[in-house]
């Protein structure tokens, strides 16, 4: 929980309340625009909650704020300062939000005026850091919206009414400098992320340094106290200094905005001394550089940049003709350095900090230098692919660094561990909103006095930040006109005009189409996901269309199509259309859907198990240049990744895994777990029933186990000790032998245990297993029901072959015959509270066919154990690895990763589980970035790595831990013995 500052609350308080303004004023209305919800680390809002109160009590507007989970400011603060919760902004003149707005949220129609003399309606406005005034071709379309005739949203829009784009990058002050933005607080916790960061990469190469213990920014409560622990590591580098073998800490910043004055200001409290670029060889190779200390250069552009003529730096010339000049980063500043923090931004046009060629030169120089040089970089200003060439893309907050190493890098040369994450302020999100509500407040009172007709105290600087207004591109915008060619271009297309004697153009995005097959429990969060990329255009394929209509209904860049999976001339054309087909149909059609997806070169991606008629396809896929990727899910799926991700960590750690544990489950939560077998359906009941029929093999403790299909419900582990809340039993997980393999565990002989198995509450294996004996999950044969009180009693028929006469009394007797005393009472319960024993009148229909009796009990228990509306929902999925030092043998450390996630009123948890992780791979595979062909899982970081950055974006993230002492081995196998011995 983040608390606010009483004192810097009633301080904040005093100064809005301290204007007066005339309530008696035509009313404007200001909407504050939810950030998504769904991401967890965009923490930031544009106004606090004093600031609203001033506005509706002293300015006498009406406020509304979209209703969502503000994670900064609760909604009620909202509430009580005056605001109004809305679903939509539309009533809303002035518009304010953080960063760009979604397309498919976009209002852009005019209001009604707030003046009896301003005519019936006028423009609106729009305040957000657009992301479009560099032309950036992603976000064309959203400008587009702004302009006349452009764009959806146009038709019913007068011209000359087109909304106003204000963009807070260009709001600047009388000095000339930004005066609303986070780049403070982006220098704050980008610095203490790079620094954080540079010390792992020094892990890697075997040397631990002070600034392990630099503090993460999310992970404290205020900037004050993350100054407090950073002095910490600054008095343990004064009193012990940094590691020799590395030699002197050289930090670089680079540029002059507020960004570096974030960055400057934070390492002021290591012990720091301050040199120049042309101190750095001598520093450097100087054995006796007071190691205590930590050296920091300010590189300024007259320090690396020159004419290419020999000449020297003018700021002047610099700026008129940047195509003279050349960056010596690479050999003046580089090569020295033990971090870079770079804030410069860059243009088209003007010279690199460093490009890719200039990095192999730096890289060269670096090893000549010393061990550790040039290793990390945090490249906050985080322009992909712009300033430092080397930046392939950003990273989050859940996953903070990785490796870049460009083509041009040869391969003695190390890569460069890159610090990129592009919402760094929303790690200091109290701080930062703060500020940037006092700094926004002067500019939303000038607006609202222009909207009442007014003079406005700040109409220059708004005017300036202006990128369109009235359908017209702004001043020097006027510039963007040439990259929203370039996107027209892209996007334009004949068509037939309405007469057929004529040809127009239309603007239709150029999308990328994906086909999803199914409409099932778990469809939905991976129609939602997929859909917030503006450039998809997905078909959802079902043979319910009513289904599929209510997952597309609010995505204007979806629709629902009726399909029969067997109609396949309709299903390889849309197949064909495509560019990646996900398939959520039954593990059945997957393989007829895959030869489809060879045939027409197109990816498939599916949350299935590999089965054997998949694996048969690998070569044929992988000779086609096709990627069949699965077991994408839950489990399968988020355990694979965050298996390997974990094992990856262990390694990089010069440990060597010498048990591998895992368990996961899809459960009720426990308020609403209280019916038969503990459990409700949030996903395929067939599926669940039928995993009840599945031996299994493992490995535990040293010992080969392997427990046939008909065991397997009565060879369970009573305990599972995951949770000291949650109490839980577990059943083994068909062959987990092969993941031995799967996750590169190393030899088997090696691994004293090697289980992945299912989580359900306790009670639940004994449940089932009566209902095995019983013959209720018999899938090889049939029986025709003529009412639900005989399904028992014909099921025992058909599994014994013994006829039972047709009376409760006969039937009971048959029961007692085959189950154990012990469990009679527990099975008599859940057959009366399933309506086996009674006649009911509101039972679901009976078959009217031959029907295996799985399939009817399937059709029974989807009824009676469904979620009510109320209800939620639960994942926990849980892995335990005990790893094993390689320089100290018989040293053992367990490692936990874990997740316990519930159902939202949105979607279920294992909705979320499932069709998150689907479209996270699947928007992965569209994009060209995973290079897999074949048949395949997810344990390639190609897919593991963005697909749990994603997970950790949406609430989704596995929490680890370390710990020493007794895993849950002999807890496990204590257990299984004590089954065994009962059976």
């Known amino acids: 929980m983040i608390r606010r500052s009483p004192l810097s609350r009633v301080f904040l308080s005093r100064r809005l309340l301290s204007t007066t303004a005339a309530v008696s004023q035509p ?22 909650p004093e600031a609203v109160e001033h506005l509706v009590k002293k300015e006498g507007i009406k406020v509304l704020v979209q209703d969502c989970d503000r994670r900064v400011f609760p909604i009620a603060d909202f509430v009580k300062a005056g605001a109004q919760v809305h679903p939509t902004l539309e009533p809303a003149h002035i518009v304010i939000g953080i960063k760009e707005t979604p397309l498919s949220e976009l209002v852009t129609a005019p209001v009604p005026s707030p003046t009896r003399d301003g005519g019936s309606h006028v423009p609106r406005t729009h305040l957000m850091f657009s992301h479009t005034t560099k032309g950036q071709p992603y976000n064309m379309e959203l400008l587009s919206r702004f302009l006349k005739k452009e764009g959806a949203g146009h038709a019913q829009r007068p011209q000359g009414m087109e909304p106003r784009l204000i963009d807070y990058e260009l709001l600047v002050g009388p000095d000339g400098k930004r005066s609303v933005g986070f780049g403070w607080f982006a220098g704050v916790a980008g610095a203490l992320e790079s620094l954080s960061a540079m010390a792992h990469a020094h892990l890697e190469i075997g040397v631990a340094s002070p600034f392990l213990h630099t503090p993460r920014p999310h992970t404290h409560p205020s900037i004050p106290s993350l100054r407090a622990k950073l002095r910490e590591v600054g008095a343990a580098i004064s009193a012990d200094g940094t590691p020799p073998c590395l030699g002197p800490f050289v930090i670089c910043a680079t540029g002059s905005g507020k960004v570096t004055q974030g960055v400057l200001d934070i390492v002021q409290e290591l012990p720091i001394v301050n040199v120049r670029v042309q101190d750095l060889p001598a520093l450097v190779s100087n054995p006796g550089t007071d190691l205590r200390k930590v050296y920091l250069v300010h590189a300024l552009p007259g320090d690396y940049l020159a004419r290419a003529d020999g000449g020297v730096y003018s700021r002047e010339d610099y700026y008129q003709h940047p195509e003279n000049y050349v960056s010596e980063f690479n050999t003046k500043v580089a090569p ?81 561990q890159m610090m990129a994450v592009d919402i760094l302020p929303s790690a200091l999100p109290l701080d930062a909103s703060q500020h940037f509500s006092q700094a926004l407040l002067p500019y939303l009172q000038s607006l609202i006095s222009e909207y009442r007709g007014g003079d406005a105290a700040h109409k220059g600087a708004l005017d300036a930040a202006t990128v369109a207004r009235q359908g017209e591109l702004q001043g020097k915008h006027a510039g963007l006109e040439a990259p929203l060619k370039v996107w027209r271009d892209s996007v334009a297309l004949p068509a037939a005009s309405a007469s057929g004697s004529e040809s127009k153009l239309t603007l239709k995005p150029k999308q990328k189409k994906v086909l999803l097959l199914g409409s099932g429990m778990v469809a939905g969060p991976a129609v939602d996901e997929m859909c917030r990329r503006s450039d998809v255009e997905l078909i959802v394929a079902s043979n319910s269309l009513s289904e599929a209509e209510n997952l597309v209904s609010h995505h204007p860049n979806a629709r629902a199509l009726l399909l029969a999976v067997d109609d396949h001339e309709k299903v390889g054309s849309l197949i064909a259309e495509s560019d990646v087909v996900i398939s959520l149909l039954p593990v059945p059609f997957h393989p007829s859907i895959a030869e489809m997806c060879i045939k027409h070169g197109k990816h498939l991606v599916t949350a299935s198990y590999i089965s054997p008629e998949m694996r048969a396809l690998h070569k044929s896929a992988e000779s086609a240049g096709v990627l069949l990727l699965n077991e994408i899910g839950l489990d399968p799926g988020i355990d694979h990744c965050s298996a390997m991700s974990l094992i990856a960590e262990i390694r990089a750690q010069n440990k060597r895994v010498v048990s591998f544990t895992s368990f996961c489950g899809g459960l009720p939560a426990p308020e609403s777990a209280d019916v038969p077998l503990g459990y409700k359906f949030s996903w395929s009941p067939r599926g669940v029933l039928g995993a009840a029929l599945n031996g299994a093999r493992f490995k535990l403790s040293g010992r080969d186990w392997e427990i046939p299909g008909k065991d397997i419900l009565a060879s369970h582990f009573p305990d599972v000790p995951i949770s000291n809340v949650l109490k839980m039993e577990g059943i083994a997980n068909r062959d ?49 029901l003529g009412d639900w009180t005989s399904f028992i009693r014909l099921c025992l028929q058909n599994r014994y072959g013994t006829q039972i006469p047709n009376d409760a009394a006969s039937t009971l007797s048959a029961i007692s015959s085959v189950i154990p005393p012990a469990q009679i009472d527990q099975l008599a319960g859940a057959m009366s509270w399933l309506s086996l024993l009674h ?44 790893a094993e030092s390689l320089a100290a043998p018989g040293v053992e450390e367990i490692y936990t990763s874990s997740l316990i996630t519930y159902g939202t009123p949105r979607a279920s948890a294992m909705a979320r589980c499932v069709g998150l992780p689907v479209a996270f791979a699947a928007l992965e595979v569209l994009d060209g970035k995973v290079l897999l062909r074949g048949v395949q899982g997810p344990t390639d970081k190609s897919i593991y790595g963005p697909v749990l950055r994603g997970l950790e974006e949406v609430g989704l993230g596995m929490k680890e831990n370390v710990r020493t002492g007794e895993g849950m081995e002999a807890i496990l196998t204590k257990g299984l013995q004590s089954r065994i011995r009962q059976e």
Not at 755 to 761: A, K, S
Not at 845 to 853: G, S, V
């Open 336 to 416: 020295y350095l033990t971090l870079l923090l770079n804030g410069v931004g860059w243009g088209v046009g003007f010279p690199r900090l460093m490009s890719n060629e200039q990095l192999v030169v730096a890289l060269e120089h670096a090893r000549q230098v010393g061990r550790g040089r040039f290793l990390s970089v945090g490249d906050i200003s985080c322009d992909i692919g712009g300033g430092l060439e080397f930046l392939a893309r950003s990273s989050t907050l859940s996953d903070p660094h990785y490796v870049s190493k460009p083509v041009d890098v040869p391969q003695h040369l190390p890569g460069v």
């Open 736 to 784: 987990s032998m092969p993941y031995a393999d799967t996750y590169n565990l190393g030899p088997q002989a090696g691994l004293r245990t090697v289980l992945r198995g299912t989580l359900r509450y306790p009670g639940f294996c004994d449940l089932m297993h009566c209902f095995k004996v019983l013959g209720l999950l018999e899938a090889n044969s049939t029986i025709v």
């Open 27 to 48: 009313s404007v209305t200001l909407g504050i625009r939810r950030e998504d919800p769904e991401r967890i680390w965009e923490r930031r809002c544009p106004l606090t």
């Open 839 to 882: 006649a009911d009148f509101a039972m679901p229909p009976l078959p009217k066919k031959p029907t295996a009796p799985i399939d009817i009990f399937t059709t029974l228990l989807a009824h009676k154990l469904r979620y009510e509306p109320q209800e939620r929902d639960m994942v926990v999925l849980s892995h335990e690895i005990v």
